[in-house]
């Protein structure tokens, strides 16, 4: 009880996120991925026409609203910071390697959960490694690996990306027709599948108010066990888990089992290697892709090149048949994982300085 | 005693806290002043410090956070 009174504002948030998740896809998102940040963010990326694969494309209003919701609550409880400097190249080809590692697995860790809730038992193998890619992280962590400060910006450049995504949700609103058809909708598929706008826009703007102030962010859950024994942050995603597994039994969404499961594989090998990837990216970048959104919205610039980085790597990873699909894993799948992870662990090696 | 000085502001999470944690660790000293600059790692800290009994600290705030951290 003690534990709870000390968490419950974290424990909300998860709660209210796993609720939400499954809300929306009664509502109309598709199954199993009420919210998925990588999946949205590829979406978008469809949308735009970074990618041409025409069942995955829509210009998901919750992606902008993560961001706008947190940056009102940082404008209102006075901690919208602008900042950056810390290495953003590094921070762009972390974001583009965790993208595809996020599409081998079909899933953002947020996914992986809301999976998990749904019965979709492929979810165990990416959620384990999710877990090594974060205790990979740590150990790097541990031996000085950092990306070095950010420093105070222009109160300008912590606009921009609340901006860009501002500019999205118009693009939605609006939907100009422009001559060669952008922005894109997909006329089947996931892409099409979609809640009503405005509840989209509104649940996700209030999940972005809660989530800045409450920090919630999965990779930090597995991150913080693992180096600080603190399991803050772990209450808020065993809050979503649990009560996205309720909402989906009282909902009728919950359906056990490894074959067949909505957008997604039975290759656990590359469920798990995906998730590796994904998960030693973001312990090396500070977050995972909801937390890079909500740091992105109160100021974080270098969060927003990752966010930037994400929405590249999905176009890239549906370009180059790099993203699994539910027939399995794609032709370039497992070497783009192996160069991620290449990547990854040549930028724990090399960037490590004594701080104190 | 000789108190330690830490400047970990403008540093991505964890590293405020994990050097924090490195730095109460180290019994060479008894006293230590940490400056952080966002919120978001002085909660991160308040967490670590509520799990020790033999540490007191205050709070300075003001463009940035000062902690000033000491053993009982």
Redesign the interface.
Same mark, same amino acid.
Do not use: F, P, Q, V
């Given at each position: 009880m003690n534990l709870f009174r000390k968490h419950w504002k974290i424990i909300s948030c998860g709660v209210f996120i796993g609720i939400l998740a499954t809300l929306f896809q009664k509502f109309g998102n598709p199954a199993n991925m009420g919210i998925c940040v990588a999946c949205f963010e590829r979406d978008i990326a469809g949308a735009l026409g970074f990618h041409r694969i025409p069942i995955v494309q829509y210009l998901r209003p919750e992606i902008p609203a993560f961001v706008l919701g947190s940056f009102f609550a940082s404008l209102v409880f006075k901690?919208f910071?602008p &900042?950056g400097g810390?290495l953003p190249l590094v921070r762009f080809f972390l974001g583009f390697f965790a993208m595809l590692g996020a599409l081998v697995f079909l899933g953002c860790p947020w996914r992986a959960f809301l999976r998990l809730a749904g019965g979709d038992g492929n979810a165990i193998a990416a959620i384990v490694g999710l877990i090594v890619g974060v205790y990979i992280g740590v150990k790097f /962590?541990?031996s000085g690996y950092? *990306? @070095?400060?950010?420093?105070s910006a222009y109160k300008f450049t912590g606009f921009l990306m609340p901006l860009m995504m501002l500019g999205i949700f118009l693009l939605l609103i609006v939907k100009p027709a422009i001559p060669n058809g952008a922005p894109f909708f997909s006329l089947k598929g996931p892409g099409s599948q979609h809640a009503p706008i405005i509840l989209s826009f509104v649940g996700a703007f209030i999940i972005g108010i809660f989530a800045q102030r409450t &920090?919630f962010?999965t990779m @930090?859950a597995i &991150? +913080?066990i693992i *180096? /600080?024994k +603190?399991f803050?942050l772990a209450s808020g995603v065993i809050g979503l888990l649990i009560f996205a597994f309720l909402s989906n039994l009282l909902l009728g969404q919950f359906n056990p089992g490894f074959a067949g499961q909505p957008v997604a594989h039975t290759n656990q090998l590359w469920n798990f290697l995906g998730m590796v990837l994904s998960g030693l990216a973001y312990a090396l =970048? @500070?977050?995972c892709p909801g937390r890079q959104l909500f740091l992105s919205g109160e100021g974080d610039i +270098?969060a927003g090149v990752f966010v930037i980085g994400m929405i590249t790597g999905a176009g890239f990873a549906h370009n180059f048949a790099i993203a699994a699909s539910p027939a399995g894993i794609a032709r370039f799948s497992a070497l783009a994982v192996i160069i991620g992870l290449l990547f990854c662990i040549a930028t724990g090696f090399s960037m490590r300085k004594r *701080? =104190? | 005693m000789e108190k330690k000085y830490l400047d970990l502001r403008g540093l991505s999470c964890p590293q405020p806290v994990l050097e924090t944690k490195n730095a109460i660790d180290d019994r060479s000293f008894d006293s230590f002043e940490i400056l952080i600059d966002t919120r978001t790692s002085l909660e991160n800290i308040q967490r670590l410090l509520s799990t020790r009994g033999d540490l007191k600290y205050t709070v300075d705030e003001g463009e940035d956070f000062k902690v000033n951290i000491s053993r009982i």
């Open positions: 901690e910071k &900042r810390s /962590l541990k950092t *990306l @070095g400060r950010n420093y &920090r962010c @930090g &991150r +913080d *180096l /600080l +603190d803050h =970048a @500070g977050g +270098d *701080l =104190a | -």
